[in-house]
Protein backbone atom coordinates (compact mmCIF):
# COMPACT_ATOMS: atom_id res chain seq x y z
CA UNK A 1 0.00 0.00 0.00
CA UNK A 2 0.72 3.58 0.08
CA UNK A 3 0.33 6.25 1.91
CA UNK A 4 -0.02 10.04 0.09
CA UNK A 5 0.76 13.00 1.93
CA UNK A 6 0.05 16.37 0.76
CA UNK A 7 1.34 19.48 2.21
CA UNK A 8 1.87 22.90 0.76
CA UNK A 9 -1.36 24.80 1.12
CA UNK A 10 -2.38 28.02 2.72
CA UNK A 11 -3.81 31.32 1.38
CA UNK A 12 -2.85 33.49 -1.30
CA UNK A 13 -4.04 35.99 -2.80
CA UNK A 14 -6.00 35.98 -6.47
CA UNK A 15 -3.10 36.07 -9.11
CA UNK A 16 -0.97 34.39 -6.95
CA UNK A 17 0.92 30.99 -7.35
CA UNK A 18 1.53 27.57 -4.61
CA UNK A 19 3.30 24.43 -5.12
CA UNK A 20 1.61 21.46 -3.45
CA UNK A 21 3.47 18.32 -2.94
CA UNK A 22 2.31 15.06 -2.59
CA UNK A 23 4.53 12.17 -0.37
CA UNK A 24 4.23 8.96 -0.95
CA UNK A 25 5.05 6.23 1.85
CA UNK A 26 4.79 2.43 1.84
CA UNK A 27 5.77 2.59 -1.76
CA UNK A 28 7.83 3.17 -4.27
CA UNK A 29 5.36 6.28 -6.31
CA UNK A 30 6.78 4.92 -9.29
CA UNK A 31 4.43 1.85 -9.28
CA UNK A 32 1.26 4.62 -8.98
CA UNK A 33 -0.14 6.56 -11.35
CA UNK A 34 -1.06 9.75 -9.27
CA UNK A 35 -4.18 12.50 -9.06
CA UNK A 36 -4.79 15.52 -7.95
CA UNK A 37 -8.50 16.41 -6.66
CA UNK A 38 -9.78 19.10 -5.11
CA UNK A 39 -13.43 19.87 -3.08
CA UNK A 40 -14.98 23.34 -2.03
CA UNK A 41 -17.54 23.37 0.41
CA UNK A 42 -21.48 22.05 -0.62
CA UNK A 43 -19.59 20.69 -3.90
CA UNK A 44 -18.81 17.29 -4.89
CA UNK A 45 -15.13 16.56 -5.18
CA UNK A 46 -14.04 17.14 -8.29
CA UNK A 47 -10.58 15.93 -10.50
CA UNK A 48 -8.02 18.96 -11.57
CA UNK A 49 -5.18 17.08 -12.56
CA UNK A 50 -3.63 13.47 -13.07
CA UNK A 51 -0.14 12.01 -14.44
CA UNK A 52 1.03 8.69 -15.48
CA UNK A 53 3.47 7.05 -13.34
CA UNK A 54 6.06 8.00 -15.50
CA UNK A 55 5.34 11.29 -15.59
CA UNK A 56 5.04 10.72 -19.90
CA UNK A 57 1.34 11.57 -19.99
CA UNK A 58 -0.63 14.10 -18.29
CA UNK A 59 -3.79 15.32 -18.52
CA UNK A 60 -6.00 18.33 -16.57
CA UNK A 61 -9.33 19.94 -16.14
CA UNK A 62 -10.59 22.61 -18.39
CA UNK A 63 -10.94 25.06 -15.22
CA UNK A 64 -7.40 24.84 -14.62
CA UNK A 65 -5.91 24.03 -18.20
CA UNK A 66 -2.65 26.24 -18.73
CA UNK A 67 -2.46 27.71 -15.49
CA UNK A 68 -1.92 24.28 -13.33
CA UNK A 69 1.23 21.80 -14.19
CA UNK A 70 1.30 18.41 -12.32
CA UNK A 71 4.56 16.40 -12.11
CA UNK A 72 6.18 14.02 -10.55
CA UNK A 73 9.55 13.16 -9.16
CA UNK A 74 10.21 9.22 -8.61
CA UNK A 75 13.71 9.93 -7.22
CA UNK A 76 11.95 11.37 -4.35
CA UNK A 77 8.36 9.64 -4.00
CA UNK A 78 6.97 12.75 -4.56
CA UNK A 79 4.30 14.45 -7.29
CA UNK A 80 3.75 17.82 -7.39
CA UNK A 81 0.75 20.52 -8.58
CA UNK A 82 2.56 23.88 -9.52
CA UNK A 83 -0.55 26.19 -9.44
CA UNK A 84 -0.19 29.61 -10.97
CA UNK A 85 -2.83 32.22 -11.82
CA UNK A 86 -4.88 31.25 -8.98
CA UNK A 87 -8.46 32.72 -8.94
CA UNK A 88 -11.06 32.58 -5.77
CA UNK A 89 -12.96 29.80 -7.50
CA UNK A 90 -9.97 27.74 -6.66
CA UNK A 91 -10.33 27.75 -3.45
CA UNK A 92 -10.64 24.06 -1.82
CA UNK A 93 -9.39 21.17 0.10
CA UNK A 94 -6.98 19.32 -2.47
CA UNK A 95 -6.55 15.82 -2.35
CA UNK A 96 -3.89 13.56 -3.38
CA UNK A 97 -4.74 10.36 -4.82
CA UNK A 98 -2.52 7.11 -5.97
CA UNK A 99 -3.17 3.94 -8.04
CA UNK A 100 -1.29 1.16 -9.94
CA UNK A 101 -3.44 1.62 -12.47
CA UNK A 102 -1.75 1.98 -16.20
CA UNK A 103 -1.92 5.15 -18.38
CA UNK A 104 -3.75 8.78 -16.55
CA UNK A 105 -6.56 8.11 -14.22
CA UNK A 106 -9.19 11.04 -14.06
CA UNK A 107 -12.21 9.23 -12.34
CA UNK A 108 -11.96 9.38 -8.57
CA UNK A 109 -13.94 5.99 -8.05
CA UNK A 110 -10.76 4.42 -9.76
CA UNK A 111 -8.29 5.69 -6.76
CA UNK A 112 -7.50 3.46 -4.04
CA UNK A 113 -4.82 5.35 -1.91
CA UNK A 114 -6.02 9.12 -0.68
CA UNK A 115 -3.86 11.74 1.36
CA UNK A 116 -5.91 13.88 4.03
CA UNK A 117 -5.99 16.62 1.69
CA UNK A 118 -4.79 20.48 2.37
CA UNK A 119 -6.49 23.46 2.26
CA UNK A 120 -6.05 26.12 -0.44
CA UNK A 121 -7.46 29.89 0.08
CA UNK A 122 -7.43 32.12 -2.72
CA UNK A 123 -8.87 36.01 -1.47
CA UNK A 124 -9.70 38.48 -4.29
Known amino acids: QVQPVESGGGLVQAGGSLRLSCAAS????????MGWFRQAPGKEREFVAA????????SYADSVKGRFTISRDNTKNTAYLQMNSLKPEDTAVYYC?????????????????WGQGTQVTVSS
Open 97 to 113: AADRGLGVITIKENYDY
Open 26 to 33: GRTVSSYA
Open 51 to 58: ISRSGGST
